[in-house]
């Protein structure tokens, strides 16, 4: 089962931005999709961005243009390229991804925390 480490989480003032980092122990092209969730004090854990194998990606309604995620073939890495980040991004981020025949796996989490 693949392990995922995040990184790049911190304190940002609203308008900000920030870079998160998941670091994958396979090559992240075996993969099927890789993703960000996140999970706010009390709230439900809900999507933030994937983005398969394919290329193909999907966002939050949330997002609204502001986040964009990727992967770094050099590095093995995936990336959540946050920007105009609001208060309400306040969470824990989660990385996630699917390997064949065997499911998801899930990151331990960075936590995001946006000030006003």
């Known amino acids: 089962q693949v392990q995922l480490v995040e990184s790049g989480g911190g304190l940002v003032q609203a308008g900000g931005s920030l870079r998160l980092s998941c670091a994958a122990s396979v090559n992240i092209f075996s993969l099927v999709d890789m993703g960000w969730y996140r999970q706010a004090p009390g709230k439900q854990r809900e999507l933030v961005a994937t983005?398969?194998?394919?290329?193909?990606?999907d966002y939050g309604d949330f997002v609204k243009g502001r986040f964009t995620i990727f992967k770094n073939s050099t590095k093995n890495t995936l990336h959540l390229q946050m920007n105009n980040l609001k208060p309400e991004d306040t969470a824990v981020y989660y990385c996630?991804?699917?390997?064949?025949?065997?499911?998801?796996?899930w990151g331990q989490g960075t936590q995001v925390t946006v000030s006003s």
């Open positions: 983005l398969t194998s394919f290329g193909s990606t």
């Open positions: 996630t991804a699917a390997e064949p025949g065997i499911g998801h796996s």
